[in-house]
Structure formats: C-alpha cells, structure tokens
C-alpha cells in the first residue's frame, strides 16, 4: 500500500472537483431558470459568466418589485374605479363573454328581487345583455305603472378589448327619465298654452283694426279702439307674467332678509288697488299683525301676494269682501287671502296652481287672467322653502295661505293659539311645493 497522505490528497482533489462540478451545473441551471422569468417579465436578461448570474438576479429583484408596485397600483386603480361607478345614479351590469355577471353598482342592485312592475326590469335587462354579446345593440323603454309611475331606458352594448378585438363582454345602463319626460310634456304644454294666449288677443286686435278702418261711425270707433286697448293690454300682461315667472324661476335662492308682513301686504294692496276700485271690493288688511315677519326677498313676496289679492277680486262679485290675515309662531309665518266669490271645484284643487290652467275658462276671458298668477305663488314658495295652500268650497269663497318661514321677531313673542284654528279636514298642498313634516299645520277655514 502506498503512502497514505499522497491517497488522502487524491481523494480530497476528486471530491474537490465533483463539487465544483455540481455548483458549474446548478449555476447553469439557475441561469436558465432567471432568464426564462426575466422574458416572462418582458425584462432583457443579461449577457456574461458568473457575473452575468449575480446581475440576473438583481435584475430580476427589481422587476418582481416593480411588478409587485404595478399590481398595487392597478387595485388602487380598480377601487377609484368602482367607487366612481357606484356613485352614477344609472344602473350599470356588466358580464363576460360567458354572459356571467361581473359588476353590478348599486343602482343596479335595487332591481335583483324587486317585486311588482320593477321586477321587469331585471329580465329586460337580461335579454338585451344577451343581444349584446351576440354583437348587436339592444334598447328598449319600459313604462311602469307604479305607483308612482315611472319611465325607464334600457340599454345593452358589447364590450371590446384594449385592442379592439371583440368578444370580450356586454354592458347594460339603466335609466330612469321620468323626470325629462316630464319636462318635457310641460314644456310642450306650456308652448302650447302660451301660443293660444297670444294668439287670441293678437287675432282680435287684428279684427278690431281691420274693422276701425272701414268705420265712419265716432261712437264705434270709440267702443272699438276701447276693446283694441284691452286686447292689448291683455298681450301685455302676458309678456310682464311670463317675464315675472322666468326671473323667479331663475332665482331659486333669493337672497334672504326680514321683512314685516304688514309692509309685504301694504305694497301688494298698492299693486291692485285699481282692480279693487274697479269691483269696489271691500279689502280687509285688519287681520295683519304689525309683529310677524318673514325672511325672504321682498320683490317676489310682494308679487306672490299681489297675485293672490288679484285672483281673489277677479273671482268674486262686485262690492264683496276679501281679508286678509297673518299668524305666526317661532318657526313659520302664514299669509291668508279669503274671499267670498266663487269658490273651486274639488276636482280642480290639485291642479289651480299650474301654468295656464283655469277652473272656468268662460269667466276668465271675462276677468282677463293670463293663468300665471298661481304658477308665481307657487315658485315664490318654493323659493322661500315654504308652500303654498289652499282651501275651497264652491259658490261660497276660497282661502289660500302662504306658509313662510318666520323672521326673528316672530321668534321674540309667540301668540297663543294662532297656529289652533279648529280641526278641519287638512287643505291639499300644491303640486311640487315642499312638504314641511313636523311642523304646525296652517289651517284654512
């Protein structure tokens, strides 16, 4: 046997070498392994020996952490995303290409279980998602019933990738235009209603002109150029009641300050005082308490209540009676106009404080009313977060009341009992003004 040191250093040189081997192998294999990782990362990989490994794998340190901060930011992304969705009032649904549902905003949602009519808007939904995805562009419009009665628009769009390719998903809105269709209808109504009240006096002024020419006779050229002044003084009106209506529709927020209900009233009496001499109406202001005050803006509340002091000597008989009365309490303050004249149909309560319309339209060609002036009580209370009531019985007279909130020196002493008038069946609110839950009803006797 040889000498055992120099067989020790044989073997210690193999083993040496088999190691080295083994780490040349796995260093390649790990290289390999990186550079697949890298091009699946879109990152280049890098060119070298045992250095090209070290650089690889700091390479590909920093892309997982760019990766990792990239996939960060895309749900950041996605929660801004939903939150703005869930934010439109339009209902949103959105499904893959498998037609399952991936999104819903909670406009949506409130139709998933819905009973009665509403329950139709989830299958309409469904099938023009299922037009969608086969490429095509669904709509329809649902009317339902209610109540309250309501118009939707359903519609359905497919869906594409990044690149345009299609066959990616479908998309449905939901939307309710109820509101815009009713604009609509009144905006229709109104051009309608407003080209029939010029169009009258203006084709009788046109008559009486052509009739005055060929006239020789002093005392019809008279009574003819006296009807020709009331026509037009009609169209004048008209203009004057629109333009007033527009500037108080336009000005939903007018500016704010106390006013004394006793000054309100004296400027509106002013107002009509010629249409007060003229049917010797007996008006009666005594009922105005010199403490109430209000706060609002005191152009559109002197018109408001010119407006009803008119209505009320237009609609009774001559040498009758109109009063009116004020209450208040540490909240609201009440104007009330009464009249003993014609009175309302009940049938026709709900609807005396829209634009044009008249209760009888043969006794306001008489009168002369343009059919505004309640239409500009109501905006005024609207205005004023207040409202606007009223109370009727036919052939017996009408009370309205204008509800207001109060100034503060209705605050500093509160009447006993002024808001207690005797129960009485509650007086209908008009359409469109606001509802003021929890506080003293304004009773209209």
């Known amino acids: 046997m040889g000498n055992p040191w120099a067989v020790l250093a044989i073997a210690a040189t193999l083993a040496l070498a088999v190691v080295l081997l083994v780490t040349v192998r796995s260093q390649s294999s790990i290289r390999r ?4 990782t890298l091009a699946r990362l879109n990152v280049r990989p890098v060119e070298g020996g045992s250095r090209g490994l070290d650089q690889a794998l700091h390479r590909l340190e ?3 952490e760019q990766a990792a901060a990239g996939s960060v930011s895309a749900g950041l992304h996605s929660g801004r995303l939903a939150s703005a969705l869930a934010a439109v009032p339009q209902g949103i649904v959105v499904c893959d290409i498998a ?6 905003n909670p406009a949506a949602a409130a139709y998933v279980g819905a009973r009665h009519t509403e329950a139709l808007v989830e299958q309409v939904v469904q099938e023009q998602l299922d037009v969608a995805l086969e490429g095509g562009h669904a709509h329809r419009e649902l009317d339902l019933l209610g109540p309250p009665r309501r118009m939707l628009v359903v519609r359905a769009e497919p869906l594409t990738g990044p690149d345009g390719e299609p066959g990616v998903g479908a998309l449905a809105l939901i939307e309710d235009v109820s509101e815009r269709r009713r604009l609509e209808a009144v905006r229709r109504d109104f051009v309608a209603n407003l ?10 002024l046109s008559l009486l002109g052509e009739t005055l020419v060929d006239e020789d006779d002093p005392g019809v050229v008279k009574r003819l150029a006296g009807r020709m002044t009331t026509e037009a ?3 004048s009106r008209s203009i004057d009641d629109l333009l007033d209506l527009s ?3 336009a000005d939903e927020t007018p500016q704010r300050e106390p006013l004394s209900v006793g000054l309100v009233v004296a400027d509106a009496v002013e107002r009509v005082r010629p249409i007060v001499e003229l049917r010797s109406i007996d008006l009666d202001t005594g009922g105005v308490s010199r403490r109430h005050t209000v706060r609002g803006d005191r152009r559109q509340l002197v018109s408001a209540l010119a407006n009803l002091l008119e209505n009320a000597c237009k609609y009774s008989d001559d040498g009758s009676r109109v009063e009116v009365r004020s209450r208040a309490d540490g909240t609201w303050a009440e104007i009330e106009v009464g009249d003993h004249g014609i009175g309302i149909p009940r049938r026709d309560l709900e609807r005396v404080f829209e634009r044009f319309y008249r209760v009888d339209r043969a006794r306001s060609r008489t009168t002369g009313g343009t059919g505004l002036g309640l239409a500009i009580v109501r905006h005024v209370a609207h205005n004023h977060e207040g409202e606007v009531r009223v109370r009727s019985r036919e052939g017996e007279g009408s009370v309205f009341t204008l509800r207001l909130p109060a100034g503060p020196a209705a605050m500093k002493r509160i009447e006993p009992g002024v808001l207690s ?3 009485t069946p509650k007086a209908p609110t008009a359409p469109g003004t606001p509802g003021t839950p929890g506080t003293p009803e304004a009773e209209t006797g």
């Open 99 to 104: 037609g399952r549902e991936v999104y819903r």
């Open 195 to 204: 080209s029939h009240e010029l169009k009258t006096p203006v084709g009788a």
């Open 247 to 249: 500037r108080i529709e």
């Open 421 to 423: 008038a005797p129960a």
């Open 33 to 36: 392994r990186v550079d697949r």
């Open 233 to 235: 003084f009609r169209v």
């Open 62 to 64: 920093r892309a997982v």
